[in-house]
């Protein structure tokens, strides 16, 4: 039950599809030789081996094809295709949960870890342990049905803000991202999302955020039981972990809901390592890519990879950055492969 903390919210302890070409999803094949399909991303390694894979993918009689069927990608989310830091959206998501809930519980206001969240205090939320989290995991996410969840999520993500870049968190999508999503779609592709993340929490936005509809989500999940309220069926979510979706978990999940070896993988951490391994073991043109946060300016920047700070979400450790070397896994630079992070805020 501890590991759902872990999983969920540190890892380590614990807007709409981007428009990029009018009619992109509609246009020719032939169209991507004639105009950039990749418009956020500058020049460089990493664009040159996604835009090469995909040739070589779906050139009909080229050694390298591959048919629609079998063309699957899969993103990792936080910190790959949207903002994890300072706290993953997750997290924030139960820290707010708790603020909510508040005023039917009076009692918090003087024990923790509640009394914490209560007054904003993020240093000692920093510091939480598992037995901490697992307290707020419990009054945030179980004791109630999978559809009372799924409202709960959506009615909380245009109320959202990252703490940091004050901004909604499905705001905070990497633009570049979004392209290549809708570029790999554009040419046959399949695209997933593998989070460790809760399965249940993406599913709600996913279709609208990354244009992935709900059924390509695959994610951590907590135990749910059947049962009849008011004569109905619910399904009820309880505090245990079902599913760990993440580091070797991802390969499994891929394995387990997907049936088939991805093509090209996503990620930015040490949780995405096995599902970088997986997929290009594969035979045929295959393709890891990582995204280091090096840009203090636009982002962030952390690691500890190449010197970045060393934080407790989103680890991007040396070893591997070594073993993404030695794989020759392309190794995204947010500061200099990306023209673009974020798309332009909503009026």
């Not at 872990?6 to 105009?35: C, D, K, M, V």
């Not at 048919?67 to 706290?87: C, K, M, N, S, Y």
């Not at 968190?169 to 809708?182: C, K, R, S």
Request: no cysteine; glycine share 8%.
């Amino acid at each position: 039950m501890l590991r759902l903390i872990e999983n969920l919210f540190t890892r380590r302890s614990f807007l709409a599809t981007a428009i990029i070409i009018s009619g992109l999803a509609a246009a020719p094949l032939s169209a991507f030789a004639q105009q950039d399909p990749l418009p956020s991303w500058n020049e460089g390694a990493a664009k040159k081996a996604i835009i090469e894979l995909v040739g070589q993918t779906t050139t009909q009689g080229g050694s390298g094809f591959v048919v629609p069927a079998d063309r699957i990608a899969v993103f990792d989310q936080d910190g790959t295709t949207w903002a994890e830091h300072p706290l993953y959206s997750q997290a924030l998501f139960a820290l707010d949960r708790v603020a909510t809930l508040a005023p039917q519980h009076p009692e918090w206001k003087n024990a923790e870890p509640f009394k914490s969240v209560l007054a904003g205090d993020y240093a000692a939320i920093s510091k939480f342990s598992e037995k901490e989290w697992l307290e707020i995991v419990a009054v945030t996410h179980a004791g109630m049905s999978t559809a009372d969840f799924e409202q709960i999520v959506r009615d909380w993500l245009p109320k959202s803000k990252n703490p940091i870049l004050k901004r909604p968190v499905t705001e905070l999508v990497y633009q570049p991202m979004l392209e290549v999503m809708a570029y790999l779609r554009a040419n046959g592709f399949s695209t997933y999302i593998v989070t460790g993340g809760g399965q249940e929490f993406v599913r709600p936005y996913s279709d609208g955020v990354y244009g992935i509809p709900a059924e390509q989500v695959i994610g951590s999940s907590i135990v749910t039981k059947y049962e009849f309220k008011d004569g109905k069926p619910v399904l009820m979510r309880e505090p245990k972990l079902f599913f760990n979706d993440n580091f070797d978990g991802k390969a499994i999940g891929i394995n387990l809901f997907i049936g088939k070896r991805p093509i090209i993988a996503f990620g930015n951490s040490d949780g995405d390592r096995q599902m970088l391994e997986w997929t290009t073991a594969g035979d045929g043109p295959r393709l890891g890519l990582l995204v280091l946060h090096d840009d203090a300016a636009r982002e962030f920047a952390y690691g500890p990879a190449n010197g970045l700070p060393d934080t407790e979400v989103g680890t991007f450790s040396q070893s591997l950055m070594e073993e993404a070397k030695a794989r020759t896994w392309e190794v995204i630079s947010m500061k200099n492969d990306w023209a673009t992070i974020f798309p332009k805020p909503k009026p």
